[in-house]
């Protein structure tokens, strides 16, 4: 008896599986470029499964036991997935939904930790212990020394305000030349205004402010001499 419901429970399980196996047929797989998807619920669900993938491959490379190459291959493949989560990120935004880059979590982008000056590869758990990646964490990038106010004004003299620029006898010369030019230029616009009628030519005698005076002084000689 008890070998029959066995004999059952092994053929159920292998009807099961070939119905997830054919089920699994026309489930749809998430695009290899994100900028194929012009859905904006797939761009946030192909997102999500990203996201999960990555925590997933977050969590077992914590295991330092899993050896050196097998680490390896989860950072590197937890990085390709991060990239493939700032696509999909960029295509949600293309095509109106949240800027995750700036409201979304930054949990799993904080896990890994970068070298110094090697800036979008991060290592994770257990790689951040690799041989030759604790040497590259160990070693502090030199700093340059900030130089100090007097410092920097100690190097500052006439020559930084442009006061001595005359001094070398090149700058004059040209300005002059530049100068006749402008002004000849300008001597020309107004010659062809003139003559075009643009503007009204100007009279050659200036007006005698003192003429209403003399015509009012010399009615004033007439009545006198009446």
């Not at 030759?132 to 020394?145: A, D, K, M, N, T």
């Not at 006061?163 to 002004?183: H, M, N, Q, S």
Request: charged fraction near 40%; aromatic fraction near 8%; charge should be negative.
């Amino acid at each position: 008896m008890a070998r029959n419901a066995e004999k059952a429970m092994t053929t159920l399980s292998r009807w099961r599986a070939a119905q997830l196996a054919e089920s699994q047929k026309f489930k749809p797989r998430r695009p290899y470029l994100a900028s194929n998807c012009r859905d904006l619920r797939r761009a946030e669900k192909w997102r999500m499964q990203v996201v999960r993938e990555i925590a997933k491959k977050v969590a077992q490379i914590q295991n330092a036991g899993l050896g050196e190459y097998k680490i390896r291959d989860l950072n590197d493949e937890i990085n390709k997935l991060l990239r493939e989560k700032g696509h999909w990120e960029t295509r949600i935004k293309e095509l109106g939904g949240p800027d995750y880059s700036k409201v979304g979590p930054k949990m799993l982008d904080h896990e890994g930790k970068e070298v110094p000056g090697n800036k979008g590869y991060k290592y994770f758990g257990a790689a951040k212990d690799l041989p030759g990646v604790r040497e590259l964490f160990e070693s502090e990038v030199p700093q340059v020394p900030r130089k100090t106010r007097a410092e920097i004004m100690k190097d500052i003299d006439a020559d930084y305000y442009g006061y001595r620029d005359d001094d070398d006898g090149i700058l004059i010369p040209l300005e002059t030349e530049v100068e006749k030019i402008a002004i000849g230029k300008k001597i020309e616009e107004y010659k062809l205004a003139k003559e075009s009628g643009e503007i009204e030519p100007e009279k050659d005698d200036e007006e005698n402010i003192y003429q209403v005076e003399r015509e009012i002084d010399s009615e004033n000689e007439g009545s006198s001499d009446e």
